[in-house]
């Protein structure tokens, strides 16, 4: 059977039954799914925290997910591997993109149910409000699928939905983003521009969506790179696009790309986890809504740590394969929690020459527009242990030397301290730092770090020798076994 939210459902559960938990009672959309999720995070109840199938939201008779993205374990599972080879096999699959399948109306699940004019009514969907500030309920886990008027091709990417009536949400896209200059060309040409919103299917999905890469277009291939197999996808009911025929729900819509054709929008709770960029933006004129017989509705937990989690992994792949391009030194990057999975990059490299490390940072930099500041280091050094990342910067980096400022940059737009042309104005800029955090390059020599002796760590046994001190017993009388001499 073809991968789809299901069966990868089915590959969770069978996995670890822990993984998915499941809500019978009802359930307000509005505050109380998320206040569920976010108080499990961190309670022992809920190793792993899980997602959660919630059967009973108040005002839809239709099943919400939430949380399935909220793991690295998961999103590693869903491409066959774990958190440890997670960023080595989503670089080396998304380098691999298998094109799609293009299946009848008839063999597409999500035709199953088709509803067009007055049967439009988005109030049947269980929308939520995430964060106490958010202007309403909001659409966190669509696809959204565009044509670039230019090139045919269809792109993808994952924006912010708000609802603003039976049959129209609002579409809020990055500058920097492709949808944007999809807009724009739109507008130039004086056209409105289709959209389909899909929402619901394998993880592969919406990390594809996520994916960055070079040109416009792809992210459907994509997909099918992650799944391992070709995406099947079907033609819209009223747009021309096609979109995957295994999803959950499509909604199908027209943008009046006229300057003038504005909602306000926001607030919304965005990845810094601030509330940022406020309308007016452009908004979706839903013509059909799309479905399985029994869908389930899947949301993305915003300014969260699902949030954080779903955009990393698919940018550390991404910003690897094009890094290693242009610099085939670089050996790992992370995009660690603290900098949102957005704004922060480390990466590790076997540098030969001086000069190298700018040249990675400056890569990266040309993939995603989001990152901030990047730490470059030495390969000895695990970019995923934060702790050794900055222990390198407390003693391989001089700021007068190995510290770069780069002000002006396009950048993330979401982030409350970016600025305008005119400093003092809110804007799409920012200013980029890097951090050389290496070692000199050969011949020039470095003192050596501190280790343990390798051969001792891999003889000795700890759980052999390692038991709790009973409370009443001797201190300093022992009959533990002794250790075999290193000698």
């Not at 959209?195 to 291939?221: D, F, N, R």
């Not at 890097?434 to 020039?444: M, N």
């Not at 760590?457 to 009959?479: F, H, I, N």
Request: aromatic share 6%; net charge negative; glycine share 6%.
């Amino acid at each position: 059977m073809p991968k789809d939210l299901r069966t990868f459902l089915d590959d969770v559960v069978a996995w670890s039954p822990e993984q998915l938990k499941i809500v019978d009672a009802e359930v307000d959309p509005v505050f109380e799914v998320a206040a569920i999720v976010d108080k499990m995070q961190y309670d022992p109840k809920y190793p792993g925290f899980p997602a959660v199938l919630f059967r009973n939201v108040k005002g839809s008779s239709m099943p919400l997910l939430i949380n399935l993205h909220g793991t690295y374990e998961r999103l590693a599972l869903s491409i066959d591997t774990d958190i440890h080879g997670m960023v080595r096999e989503y670089s080396r699959r998304e380098g691999a993109p298998i094109p799609v399948t293009r299946v009848t109306s008839d063999n597409a699940p999500v035709h199953e149910v088709v509803l067009t004019g007055d049967q439009i009514d988005m109030g049947k969907l269980p929308l939520l409000v995430h964060q106490e500030l958010d202007a309403g309920k909001y659409i966190t886990s669509a696809a959204a699928i565009l044509r670039d008027p230019e090139s045919g091709r269809q792109n993808a990417g994952i924006y912010r939905h708000q609802l603003q009536g039976k049959s129209s949400v609002g579409f809020m896209s990055n500058p920097a983003n492709h949808a944007s200059y999809i807009l724009r060309a739109m507008r130039e040409a004086k056209k409105p521009m289709p959209v389909a919103l899909v929402i619901g299917h394998h993880p592969a999905m919406l990390m594809g969506a996520v994916s960055k890469l070079a040109g416009i277009g792809g992210e459907l291939e994509v997909m099918g790179g992650l799944l391992g197999e070709s995406l099947e996808v079907v033609k819209c009911k009223t747009v021309d696009l096609e979109v995957p025929a295994r999803a959950e729900i499509v909604i199908e819509g027209i943008i009046d790309t006229d300057p003038a054709a504005t909602r306000n929008e926001g607030p919304f709770g965005e990845y810094p986890r601030y509330y940022t960029m406020l309308g007016p933006f452009p908004w979706v004129q839903i013509t059909a809504i799309t479905m399985r017989r029994d869908p389930i509705y899947v949301d993305v937990f915003n300014a969260h740590t699902e949030h954080t989690v779903l955009g990393a992994l698919p940018r550390m792949g991404s910003i690897l394969r094009r890094v290693q391009e242009a610099m085939p030194t670089v050996t790992a990057i992370n995009l660690p929690v603290s900098g949102m999975g957005r704004s922060h990059l480390y990466i590790s490299m076997k540098k030969r020459v001086e000069g190298e490390p700018k040249i990675a940072a400056c890569a990266a930099f040309a993939v995603d527009p989001n990152l901030k500041h990047i730490f470059i280091v030495d390969d000895d050094v695990d970019v995923f242990k934060e702790s050794d990342v900055l222990w390198m910067l407390a003693t391989r980096f001089q700021a007068d030397r190995d510290l770069t400022i780069m002000p002006n940059f396009l950048g993330g737009h979401l982030n409350p301290i970016t600025y305008g042309y005119h400093r003092e104005e809110k804007g799409p800029l920012e200013t980029k730092l890097i951090f050389d955090c290496t070692k000199p390059a050969p011949p020039i020599t470095f003192p050596p770090m501190c280790h343990v002796p390798a051969d001792v760590l891999a003889r000795v046994r700890p759980d052999e020798v390692v038991k709790p001190y009973t409370p009443g017993t001797s201190l300093t009388e022992t009959k533990a076994p002794v250790l075999a001499k290193t000698r």
